[in-house]
């Protein structure tokens, strides 16, 4: 994965694979008990739940404009 501070330069495959990631995380927060520790090399290492759910409703707005591009 790349650096969420170039996410506007992502093509529709990246951010396809980060809409998973971040749909799998916010249901990992949901469940019950504490979700497991992401790798430091996993770009949403450190995120936390609300954080998670703000960068998905951007992700999805990103692939809408391409899809419209």
């Known amino acids: 994965m790349k650096d969420l501070n170039d996410i506007e330069n992502w093509n529709e495959k990246q951010l396809r694979s980060l809409r998973c990631n971040l749909n799998n995380r916010i249901k990992a927060f949901e469940g019950f008990g504490k979700p ?8 949403l290492f450190g995120l ?22």
């Open 36 to 43: 497991k520790e992401l790798q430091k090399s996993h770009v």
């Open 48 to 69: 936390g739940e609300q954080e998670c759910k703000d960068l998905l409703t951007k992700v999805k707005r990103l692939e809408k404009q391409l899809k419209h591009a």
